[in-house]
């Protein structure tokens, strides 16, 4: 098996009575507080604090200060509140913004300024899936955390983890539009196909994606392939 890792240690979120932290962010601690419109569509939003904090060397941070860098995201973009907004009929969620991908890199951008990092970060949707995988693994490879959204107008892409027991690969849940940070590369081959794994932080969790039922997933749609798609380095 060949890996490729983060060469820091991934923001870890310390919250009261779990000393042992978290895999970065998850929007689902906002429910039941003044922040309860993040938590459904704060995916973005999650992606976006991790790897500017993880930018700034901040790799264990108090919740306290992490919700400090929430508010900070609302407060540069004013129509965050509306964007997170679920429009809702009979209890059911029927329309949603969600956060935009030039939010995201404008929060990371000026973070990035901020704290003297010459790294810069833009849209990679216009390229497609072109070379995607291998921008994935050089970003990881150079430190930096790949904010990866998750879509397709159908179906639902499994989320993985690594049973050490039995040495597998197992799915334990599945998602659709939703953000992601890809944050280690696993590749082994079994049999003759190489498997791809990316390693993943959500909801304060570490998974794997299988990466080509990644593009199975994504199809040939040209608005999957725009909005399903990663942040990068210009």
């Given amino acids: ?16 009575g779990e000393p042992d932290g978290s895999c970065g962010g998850n929007q689902n601690w906002f429910r039941n507080t003044p922040l ?6 704060g995916c973005g939003m999650i992606a976006a604090v991790d790897v500017a904090n993880f930018m700034q060397n901040r790799g264990r941070i108090s919740y306290d200060e992490y919700e400090k860098c929430i508010v900070s995201f609302i407060k540069q973009h004013p129509f965050t509140k509306l964007f997170l907004h679920e429009f809702r009929k ?14 995201i890199s404008r ?15 833009k849209w990679n949707g216009f390229h497609g ?60 081959y079994e049999g003759q196909r190489l498997r791809r794994m990316i390693e993943v932080s959500s909801w304060g969790k570490g ?8 593009l199975e997933f994504v199809g040939s749609s040209l608005i999957n392939k725009y909005c399903s798609n990663i942040m990068v380095r210009r």
């Fill in 207 to 214: 998974f794997y994606i299988d990466y080509d039922e990644y």
């Fill in 107 to 121: 929060f990371l951008n000026k973070g990035s300024k901020k704290a003297g990092v010459p790294v810069r970060f």
């Fill in 36 to 41: 309860e419109y993040a938590a459904n569509q």
């Fill in 129 to 188: 899936h072109k070379n995607m995988y291998q921008k994935i693994k050089a970003m990881i490879n150079a430190n930096i955390p790949v904010v990866w959204a998750i879509y397709s107008r159908k179906g639902r892409l499994n989320l993985y983890r690594f049973n050490q027991a039995t040495s597998k690969y197992e799915v334990i849940a599945s998602t659709n539009n939703h953000f992601v940070t890809a944050i280690g590369v696993e590749e082994s």
């Fill in 1 to 16: 098996m060949e890996r490729i890792s983060l060469q820091n240690e991934y923001v870890s979120v310390i919250r009261a």
């Fill in 90 to 103: 009979r209890s059911k969620s029927v329309f949603a913004i969600g956060i935009l991908p030039n939010q």
